[in-house]
Nanobody, 118 residues
Framework: QLRLVESGGGSVQAAGSLNLSCVAS???????VGWFRQAPGKERERIAS???????YYADSVKGRFTISKDTTKNRFYLQMDSLKPDDTAMYYC?????????????WGQGTQVTVSS
């Protein structure tokens, strides 16, 4: 029954912006939620997360450009991506831990592709 579904991916030119959305069903966004990405030939990396307390984490590669937020009323969370670079090209996944902390992510969306062209 638990399901996380991403949307908002697509193709954009460098320096452009995208906003990714994750709709959570059977999962409360009051818990930790986060965003991961995986580029070809690379490991999946956590790029942003927010705890149930509101503490945020950003990978150095996206800090200052990406912003994670959540709307617990709508049970959705978002990743605003600005100043996109070709290196941001990857499959992006929304994820949750099932707790207020972000130690271990257990629940995953299927991914949405982001492609940034130069």
């Amino acid at each position: 029954q638990l399901r996380l579904v991403e949307s908002g991916g697509g193709s954009v030119q460098a320096a452009g912006s995208l906003n990714l959305s994750c709709v959570a069903s059977g999962y409360s966004t009051r818990n930790c939620v986060g965003w991961f990405r995986q580029a070809p030939g690379k490991e999946r990396e956590r790029i942003a997360s927010i705890t149930g307390y509101g503490d945020t984490y950003y990978a150095d590669s996206v800090k200052g450009r990406f912003t994670i937020s959540k709307d617990t009323t709508k049970n959705r969370f978002y990743l605003q991506m600005d100043s996109l670079k070709p290196d941001d090209t990857a499959m992006y996944y929304c994820a949750g831990t099932g707790s207020w902390t972000c130690a271990t992510f257990r629940y995953w969306g299927q991914g949405t592709q982001v492609t940034v062209s130069s």
